[in-house]
């Protein structure tokens, strides 16, 4: 893989970094955890967004741009990545809520 390639990831790999810490602090604010485990799987998925839509579709979303040699839709990718680590950061949220002791869903089944 040339070089320019790995800069082109490691910039993927940073925006995604930067959308699903963003993510999880937006959703922390409805209750969402805070833990810093729970920033894992929103980063996941907004590196996932970029890999799928970016590499192995080939979707361009948005205005392209000239990018470590490549062309790249970087606004949109971008929009992408935090829409799908927004999504999991709620998901998570909602998971969590429904563990923590005292919840409707755990008085219920007691």
Excluded: N, W
Aim: with cysteine.
């Amino acid at each position: 893989m040339p070089p320019a390639a790995y800069a082109l990831v490691t910039l993927f790999l940073a925006c995604s970094v930067v959308a699903g810490i963003v993510a999880v602090r937006l959703v922390a604010r409805i209750g969402g955890p805070t833990r810093r485990l729970a920033y894992a799987l929103p980063v996941l998925a907004g590196f996932g967004a970029f890999y799928l839509i970016g590499h192995k579709l080939g979707l361009s979303v948005g205005p392209e741009i000239g990018l470590f040699g490549f062309q790249v839709a970087l606004l949109g990718d971008i929009a992408i990545g935090f829409a799908a680590a927004l999504a999991v950061a709620l998901l998570q949220a909602a998971v969590a809520r429904t563990r923590r002791p005292g919840s409707g869903a755990a008085t219920a089944s007691s």
